[in-house]
Nanobody, 121 residues
Framework: QVQLVESGGGSVQNGGSLRLSCAAS????????MGWYRQAPGKQRELVVV???????NYADSVKGRFTISRDNAKNTVYLQMNSLKPEDTAVYYC???????????????WGQGTQVTVSS
């Protein structure tokens, strides 16, 4: 059974920073890929960043240079450091994990419950 628990969301002002955490039940090295997606009201869920077991990353163009994914294998946790936040980053952020995919997470893979990030102007 795979469980992913996100934390670290909240409300910040334009230009602020937040760090999201995703704690997995068991070793994250089991997964071929882990990452973050987000869904804003009225929009489809979209990729933010995914990291493969080998360390390759796939960032959305909209967050390149502002967001950084990292992981602590000993803590079974993946992080998303978000800097220079903008109002358009406002969304529910979901952590996902896949045993089979490389640099994307599919709808049929494993997901956390989501954490709200709100950026005010």
């Amino acid at each position: 059974q795979v469980q992913l628990v996100e934390s670290g969301g909240g409300s910040v002002q334009n230009g602020g920073s937040l760090r999201l955490s995703c704690a997995a039940s068991g070793s994250i090295l089991r997964f071929n890929a882990m990452g973050w997606y987000r869904q804003a009201p009225g929009k489809q869920r979209e990729l933010v960043v995914v990291i493969s077991r080998g360390g390759s990353t796939n960032y959305a163009d909209s967050v390149k240079g502002r967001f950084t994914i990292s992981r602590d294998n000993a803590k079974n946790t993946v992080y998303l450091q978000m800097n220079s936040l903008k109002p358009e980053d406002t969304a529910v952020y979901y952590c996902g994990a896949s045993f089979t995919r490389a640099l994307v997470i599919g709808a049929s893979d494993y997901w956390g419950q989501g954490t709200q990030v709100t950026v005010s102007s």
